[in-house]
């Protein structure tokens, strides 16, 4: 679509004379740029009754001309995003003209209000209205854009065929193929299963599978947020060494990444949506004001600008420097980067940053951390996470497998269900990151702890595994974290009464979804 238009012939002297402000040699066609731009960010929306306000009898600007081939894009998509259309809308030459007469009559007024100001006064006054606008923006929770991220991460093609369990009569196998696209709309899993049910055994078992039939190209990390004794690590020894995982026991060993770097360090808009996100994961846990989100801010923006050759700050290098800032006035922005620096939760700094994505690690969240540490540095991880994927992009579907390449496993998941604060992120990186190649597996002790006030999170997952729990006689819950029907949900109900410890129903497709089945359990199946 060729955009060629003619200003209103009031305008033709307005562009002159502007033009004349600007710095010598710059051509009539930046003006025009400019004042598209300085009308669309005006908030002007011209309705159509509005469409012939101004006459075509002023400056010609042909296509080539009015818009440089590098930037054109941008500008039609500024128009674009404005009203909601479509890039081949009929009406997008109409609008950019009426938009380019409309910003010159603005800034034509202003320059005539005020003799002495400059184009360089303009240009300062509202390019600092925009970045402040971007500053205070709500925060969205979906991934920052990062185009300088060089992280690759191996990926699993066909199907991924895990053992589930036994039938308890036959003892025939049971398989589960959780990226068959054409049985299941996603890979997110939800096991309820109450302590000493083997939940745990069962998801041990399943990573194990996952590393042997991917041949280890499927990754996973496994967050227990009940920590793990030194018997039970003892006791998980075999498991670590089948399926290469390090186990990390917080804070004992620093987490092999820095939360900082899923930020785009070179692309200056980019980085400053970045940090945004940062400073809004660090106020979301530790209810810092707006005055120490702005300390906070300003903290990582001076550690971003501090580095070099393509290097990311520490937590312990932005806490020194909002130090520097406050001085002896300590408060709760202080103490909760004090507390992450001083634990030394994250690596400060990390040579190859496809090492962590491209292993198996187990993390221990100690119960000496307190929550508000605990919450933060899940949430940064996670954060890293969906961030690092959603920049990879889908993967690719064949022949109805879709191509994986991590598991993110999370023990105890009641634990971030009861705090307010996890579930909106939870609730997007759930549907936000299926596409991805990536499973989020969720182990709770309930179901009622998968629906809060505002969202089921079994029901974002499309395959349950119900095992023992005390609260049987929910049959309303149970039929929606397992999708019966009523009919179905009286013989599940009848079926989960007789459920002893190591056996479950399921939803899954390839068995009947009322029955009970022996759960494969890593202790068993490794001797």
Same mark, same amino acid.
């Given at each position: ?246 186990? %990390? ?8 990444? @820095?939360?900082? =770097?899923?930020?785009? #360090?070179? /692309?200056? +808009? ?110 940064? %991880? ?8 959603? @920049?990879?992009? =889908?993967?690719?579907? #064949?022949? /109805?497998? +879709? ?35 990536v499973s989020v597996f969720l182990l709770s002790q309930g179901i009622t702890e998968y629906n809060t006030a505002n969202f089921d999170f079994s029901q974002e997952c499309e395959t349950s595994f119900l095992l023992p729990i005390n609260d049987i006689a929910n049959t309303k819950a149970i039929n929606k974290f397992l999708g019966l029907t009523i009919k179905d949900g009286n013989t599940a109900i009848r079926n989960i009464e007789k459920l002893k410890n190591g056996q479950a129903i399921s939803n ?20």
């Open positions: 679509m060729q955009i060629n238009i003619k200003t209103s012939a009031a305008n033709q002297t307005v562009v002159s004379r502007l033009t004349q402000r600007l710095p010598g040699g710059v051509k009539e066609n930046i003006i025009a740029r400019i004042a598209l731009c300085f009308s669309l960010a005006s908030g002007k929306r011209f309705m159509q009754n509005e469409f012939s306000i101004y006459d075509s009898q002023g400056k010609e600007y042909k296509d080539h001309i009015l818009f440089d081939s590098a930037n054109r894009d941008y500008y039609i998509a500024l128009v674009c995003q404005s009203y909601g259309i479509n890039k081949n809308n009929e009406l997008i030459p109409k609008y950019v003209k009426l938009h380019i007469d409309h910003g010159l009559e603005q800034i034509n007024y202003l320059f005539e209000k005020r003799p002495q100001y400059t184009f360089f006064d303009f240009l300062v006054e509202y390019l600092e209205k925009g970045i402040d606008s971007i500053e205070d923006a709500p925060i969205s929770l979906d991934a920052v854009r990062n185009n300088n991220q060089h992280i690759s991460k191996t990926t699993f093609t066909g199907p991924i065929d895990i053992r589930i369990g036994y039938n308890p009569e036959t003892h025939a196998p049971i398989n589960y193929c959780f990226n068959n696209t054409k049985t299941y709309n996603n890979q997110h899993i939800a096991v309820a299963g109450k302590s000493g049910s083997g939940k745990s055994q069962f998801a041990l078992e399943f990573l194990r599978q996952l590393v042997t039939r991917t041949q280890g190209q499927v990754n996973f990390l496994f967050l227990d947020f009940k920590g793990i004794s030194s018997d039970d690590r003892k006791k998980m020894e075999g498991f670590f060494k089948e399926t290469h995982t390090t186990c %990390i026991n917080a804070p004992d060993v620093p987490f092999p990444l @820095n939360p900082l =770097s899923f930020i785009d #360090n070179i /692309n200056d +808009r980019n980085k400053l949506v970045g940090i945004n996100k940062f400073v809004d994961i660090i106020a979301k846990y530790s209810n810092i004001g707006k005055r120490q989100q702005q300390t906070l801010k300003e903290a990582v923006q001076e550690a971003f600008i501090r580095k070099k050759g393509g290097d990311y700050p520490s937590l312990e290098e932005v806490y020194d420097l909002i130090i520097d800032r406050v001085g002896d006035n300590r408060d709760t922005l202080t103490e909760i980067m004090g507390r992450l620096s001083e634990y030394e939760l994250f690596a400060s700094k990390i040579s190859n940053p496809s090492l962590f994505l491209n292993n198996n690690y187990y993390l221990s969240l100690s119960g000496e951390l307190d929550s508000t540490v605990r919450f933060t540095s899940v949430f940064l %991880i996670i954060n890293y996470i969906f961030n690092v994927f959603s @920049n990879m992009g =889908s993967t690719e579907v #064949n022949d /109805n497998y +879709r191509e994986m390449r991590y598991v993110l496993m999370i023990d105890e998941a009641h634990d971030l269900f009861r705090e307010k604060k996890s579930l909106e992120i939870l609730e997007v990186i759930l549907r936000k990151i299926r596409s991805y190649g899954m497709k390839e068995y009947p979804k009322t029955e009970v089945f022996d759960v494969v359990q890593y202790w068993k199946e490794s001797l």
